[in-house]
T-cell receptor
């Protein structure tokens, strides 16, 4: 299983762009990169998934360099409601992804 | 389409009692995962099940904990003889069978069951 490393915490201010980087040096050829968001007292929810290059949806963008050994989740113009824990996971089609400690993002006014 | 349902949402048990946590996956989902989360910590994988099969229970303590996902009905996480250290939030997630050669399917999480052992 590919192990991921991400910062324990990050602070930001409303309106700023936030970039959270995840390292996954041992990512396998078949692994995809998935990010989840968890608010306090709730279960995580899917944000975005990608394999290479760039993926964008209505919530975030995911940047993946050519070597795929890292990925960056980009949240444009964060608001207070984006305060949450963000998890980076890698896995293949065998549903073997594992959650780590995540990155605790605090957005300040 | 109802989401993943877990009950009870809150459960209080005294040391030595049994705790039974239920999870109803989303309609059409054949995979269920159980996670435990201590306060201010990340999720910790416990067990991964398909209907009538335990696929991976590497994260589940060998004693007192068991899980099942019967052909009919919800998945059950059972904790026997609970101790104070079992107090945590237990989350269930479900996903459909991934397509051959495709990416891991998104896991859809329930609201969790918060277990408090007195």
């Amino acid at each position: 299983l590919a192990k991921t490393t991400q910062p324990i915490s990050m602070d930001s201010y409303e309106g700023q762009e936030v970039n959270i980087t995840c390292s996954h040096n041992n990512i396998a050829t078949n692994d995809y990169i998935t990010w989840y968001q968890q608010f306090p007292s709730q279960g995580p929810r899917f944000i975005i998934q990608g394999y290479k290059t760039k993926v964008t949806n209505e919530v975030a963008s995911l940047f993946i360099p050519a070597d795929r050994k890292s990925s960056t989740l980009s949240l444009p113009r964060v608001s207070l409601s984006d305060t949450a824990v963000y998890y980076c996971l890698v896995g293949d089609n065998n549903n073997d992804m594992r959650f780590g400690a995540g990155t605790r993002l605090t957005v300040k006014p | 389409n109802a989401g993943v349902m877990q009950n009870p949402r809150h459960l209080v048990r005294r040391r030595g009692q049994e705790a039974r946590l239920r999870c109803s996956p989303m309609k059409g989902h054949s995979h269920v995962y159980w996670y435990r989360q201590l306060p201010e910590e990340g999720l910790k994988f416990m067990v991964y099940l398909q209907k009538e099969n335990i696929i991976d229970e590497s994260g589940m303590p060998k004693e007192r904990f068991s899980a099942e996902f019967p052909k009919e009905g919800p998945s059950i996480l059972r904790i026997q003889q609970v101790v104070r250290g079992d107090s945590a939030a237990y989350f269930c997630a479900s996903s459909p069978l991934p397509p051959a050669g495709g990416p891991s399917e998104t896991q859809y999480f329930g609201p969790g069951t918060r277990l408090l052992v007195l």
